[in-house]
């Protein structure tokens, strides 16, 4: 499985973004899917993450209410819309795929099979 994400740029605080991951290589609706973001200087982080059928989300604490994480398993496709965008969002955004057998990746769980190359997200005030 590959995955690409896409999306990313560079905003004012306030403003909202989509990220998407497309993947390829088959059996997308296989795996639950994930988005972690790492800072300059900081450790990678849980974001957002969804089941394989998308009827189970996470969210980390810090996003809630403002991210929606989202599927298209038709599009082979995982979304991240965000909103209120704040200074601290500024980091690189990577999704990552888990498969299904290993459940759904709750928050703290780093665990997946796949991972993207990241997107650059980066918010001024």
């Known amino acids: 499985v590959q995955l690409q994400a896409s999306g990313g740029g560079s905003v004012q605080a306030g403003d909202s973004l989509r990220l998407s991951c497309a993947t390829s290589?088959?059996?997308?609706?296989?795996?639950?899917m994930g988005w972690f973001r790492q800072a300059p200087g900081k450790e990678r982080e849980f974001v957002a993450s969804?089941?394989?059928?998308?009827?189970?989300?996470y969210y980390t604490d810090s996003v809630k209410g403002r991210y929606t994480i989202s599927r298209d398993n038709a599009k082979n496709t995982v979304y991240l819309q965000m909103s209120s965008l704040k200074p601290e969002d500024t980091a690189v955004y990577y999704c990552?795929?888990?498969?299904?057998?290993?459940?759904?990746?709750?928050?703290?769980?780093?665990?997946?099979?796949?991972w993207g190359q990241g997107t650059q997200v980066t918010v001024s005030s």
């Open positions: 969804i089941s394989w059928s998308g009827s189970t989300t």
């Open positions: 990552a795929a888990r498969h299904r057998k290993y459940g759904v990746g709750r928050p703290g769980v780093t665990q997946y099979d796949y």
């Open positions: 290589g088959g059996g997308f609706s296989n795996y639950g």
